[in-house]
């Protein structure tokens, strides 16, 4: 069960910035986030970035989270000549005005799926904002997924929202709570205490599969590159386990439920420690997604790992046919 803070300005910073792109001009983009990559980190009290693909199915909306040691640096970087250059040379593609969260304090969370939710609440109606959102913390509680929730409280010079963060175990569950019906019923009580709200979706299913190393900020694959690489890595550490750990098991006449939890043990230490980050290395010209800039690298990278789904299953039909 999570826990909900307001955080103080000594503490480390982030901003949160949503971007959509015009059709067609994404790879521009992309170089674009790079240069402007390289010139934050020349600033003080930079900690790291990193980007998020648009999900597929929804709008070509693009997130960039950066983080700082303290909320005055941010501001430097927020107010600085060199942000305002690269907002103007990155103008022709964007599709619409950028929109932004900053949030003080916390550590960001590690392999979960956060949405962060920025209100304009009406003057004078901020206690009963408080005692809405503490409504609805009790609400998500109830809900299968939920890790926690954090308030950010407006920072006075840089935002005058309210912002949310709150984090589910995997994107169908945080999916489950914003379109439930307990969810809607709440927007409409909470109506009279804030004009309109935001929400951006952060994070990814396998995130923690997928780290290139430290302080890499290139970004997280799409979910469906992830999931084709999982499956690559997957598929031949469970068979070789039922082969293996798996006979032995049936040998020792082991109860099915408890072997099973030992091999998905052995499965997923594997797949984090081993297999994983040499996967990572070997795709990572089509993973990354400011490498794979092309169609042609995407039909690539796939047919390779279609290629090798290929040549384990027939190993494998093979060797135990």
């Known amino acids: 069960m999570g826990t909900r803070a307001s955080r103080d300005l ?21 170089r674009w986030q790079e240069k402007t990559n390289q010139v934050v980190r020349g600033f003080d009290g930079f900690q790291g970035t990193e980007l998020y693909p648009p999900v597929s199915g929804e709008e070509n909306e693009w997130v960039v989270v950066f983080r700082f040691a303290g909320v005055e640096q941010l501001t430097a970087w927020l107010n600085s000549g060199a942000r305002r250059q690269l907002l103007d040379e990155g103008r022709p593609l964007f599709d619409g005005t950028p929109t932004q969260e900053v949030l003080t304090g916390g550590t960001p969370a590690q392999d979960v799926v956060t949405a962060v939710i920025s209100h304009d609440v009406l003057p004078g109606r901020e206690r009963d904002f408080m005692r809405w959102e503490d409504k609805i913390l009790k609400t998500q509680e109830g809900f299968p997924g939920f890790m926690g929730s954090e308030m ?8 005058d929202r309210w912002v949310v963060a709150f984090r589910f175990d995997t994107r169908e569950h945080l999916d489950g709570w914003l379109d439930s ?24 299913a396998f995130g923690g599969w997928f780290r ?18 999982v499956v690559l890595a997957l598929y031949p550490t469970v068979m070789i386990l039922n082969l293996t ?5 049936n ?37 990354l997604p400011n490498r794979a800039r092309s169609f042609r690298t995407h ?9 090798c789904y290929l040549v384990i299953i027939t ?7």
Do not use: C, H
Not at 152 to 159: A, C, N
Not at 221 to 229: D, E, I, L, R, Y
Not at 299 to 307: H, K, P, Q
């Open 10 to 30: 000594g503490d480390s910073a982030t901003v949160v910035t949503s971007q959509k792109i015009r059709a067609g001009r994404d790879d521009d983009y992309k």
């Open 152 to 159: 950010f409280k407006p920072v006075e010079g840089i935002q």
């Open 181 to 204: 019906e307990a969810r809607e019923k709440l927007l409409e009580e909470g109506r009279g205490y804030f004009r309109s709200y935001d929400v951006r979706k952060i994070g990814s």
């Open 212 to 229: 290139f190393g430290e302080g890499a900020d290139e970004g997280i694959p799409p979910n469906w590159k992830q999931a084709m690489s």
């Open 245 to 249: 750990v798996g006979d032995w098991f």
């Open 251 to 287: 040998s020792l006449g082991m109860p099915g439920y408890l072997s099973l939890f030992i091999s998905n043990v052995l499965s997923v230490s594997v797949l984090t420690w081993l297999l994983m980050p040499l996967v990572n290395r070997a795709l990572a010209f089509w993973l």
């Open 299 to 307: 039909v690539a990278g796939a047919a390779v790992v279609a290629v």
């Open 315 to 321: 190993i494998f039909g093979l060797t135990t046919g």
